[in-house]
Structure formats: structure tokens, C-alpha cells
T-cell receptor, first 109, second 116 residues
């Protein structure tokens, strides 16, 4: 099956810093989504981005499907950005998602 | 935006009993829903794909007689953990796929199951 690798596994940031999270996948995919899992376990949709670049406030994402990777940028990080960030790729026409292991982000005041 | 709810959010049960978890799409119809399991500090593992009006499709290694899935309507899927044991304790999360211009998935808030 498709392998999804996220890096780095852990990230500690000072409030106000910028960061880049990476997601590599081993085969072509139908779609890709980025999620933020908050401390209560809820997955929050960040981006649905099979290709191209999208921006939403301080967050932006770029997927280069031909090179099988996606990047999530966090700018001017805030403590509320803490949590686990997952990328997930869609592996079949039914919409099955294969998740990466996640990046644990801690933003300190 | 699309909202998915789960009930209960937290349940504690005794070993040998069965527990039912409900997953509802509140503002859209979901012909396909998914059930995931997440262990502490781990990623989400897909357990099964639930299609309205038909039998669920289980991932390799998931016992279909242990984890019964029913998708009786376009807005409701249920997961029943039968004869639960402590090793079934976990965080269970459902998702629903929105069909249309995009096929984005939205996730419920999760159900934390503890089997004593």
C-alpha cells in the first residue's frame, strides 16, 4: 500500500515563529488533506489540496503531486496552533484515507 | 461547513458487554462513512468503510464479528463493539465523505472507550 511519511515528528516553536511541515507519499494519489488534531481529539480540516497552493489565514499548503509531496506552512505561530498535524492521502475511489504518523507541534509563549 | 457528530463522547463498560457508537452527518447526506481507531500518541488506523444500504468493508486484520457496522440511513452509521475486552479500549473516530465538487472528508469528535 501507499506509504505516507511526515517530518519532522516533533516540533517546538516559540510564539511568533514560522515553520514548515512535510508530507511525502510513495505513489500517485487522488486527493490529499491536512488536519489539525486538537488536545481533545477532534480533527479539524485545514486543507483539501490534491495539487497546487492554498492559503487560509496564517496557514498555507502546497502539494506537488508529480513529485509526491505536500508542505504545510505555519506563519506567526500561536499557542493555539499546538497539537498534532496529520496529512492523509486518498487511496481509492471510495475515499479511503491513509494517514501519516503526524507531526506533534508545541508552541511556547 | 459539514458537521459530523458522534455519541457517546466517552463510555466505560465492563468486560464482556457490548457498546454501540453512533456517527451522524448533521447537515449533509453521506453515502460513505469510515471508522477509524487511534491509540495514544499514534496515527489513525482505518477499520472499515461503511456504505449506506450495504455491508461494510473491513480492513485486513479487523474482526467483523467483533466490530459490527450498520449504515441504515444516509446520515447515520453505527459501530457496535461486541463482547468488549480491555484490549478494545481506544479512541474511535468516524468520518463522512461529502460527494460533490470535492470529496473532502469530515471527522466526528471521537468516542473514548474504556473497557474495565
Amino acid at each position: 500500500g501507499i506509504q505516507v511519511e511526515q517530518s519532522p515528528p516533533d516540533l517546538i516553536l516559540q510564539e511568533g515563529a514560522n515553520s514548515t511541515l512535510r508530507c511525502n507519499f510513495s505513489d500517485s494519489v487522488n486527493n490529499l488533506q491536512w488536519f489539525h488534531q486538537n488536545p481533545w481529539g477532534q480533527l479539524i480540516n485545514l486543507f483539501y489540496i490534491p495539487s497546487g497552493t492554498k492559503q487560509n489565514g496564517r496557514l498555507s499548503a502546497t502539494t506537488v503531486a508529480t513529485e509526491r509531496y505536500s508542505l504545510l506552512y505555519i506563519s506567526s505561530s500561536q499557542t493555539t496552533d499546538s497539537g498534532v498535524y496529520f496529512c492523509a492521502v486518498e487511496t481509492d475511489s471510495w475515499g479511503k484515507l491513509q494517514f501519516g504518523a503526524g507531526t506533534q507541534v508545541v508552541v511556547t509563549p | 461547513g459539514a458537521v459530523v457528530s458522534q455519541h457517546p463522547s466517552r463510555v466505560i463498560c465492563k468486560s464482556g458487554t457490548s457498546v454501540k457508537i453512533e456517527c451522524r452527518s448533521l447537515d449533509f447526506q453521506a453515502t460513505t462513512m469510515f471508522w477509524y481507531r487511534q491509540f495514544p500518541k499514534k496515527s489513525l488506523m482505518l477499520m472499515a468503510t461503511s456504505n449506506e444500504g450495504s455491508k461494510a468493508t473491513y480492513e485486513q486484520g479487523v474482526e467483523k464479528d467483533k466490530f459490527l457496522i450498520n449504515h441504515a440511513s444516509l446520515t447515520l452509521s453505527t459501530l457496535t463493539v461486541t463482547s468488549a475486552h480491555p484490549e478494545d479500549s481506544s479512541f474511535y473516530i468516524c468520518s463522512a465523505r461529502v460527494w460533490g465538487l470535492s470529496y473532502e472528508q469530515y471527522f466526528g469528535p471521537g468516542t473514548r472507550l474504556t473497557v474495565t
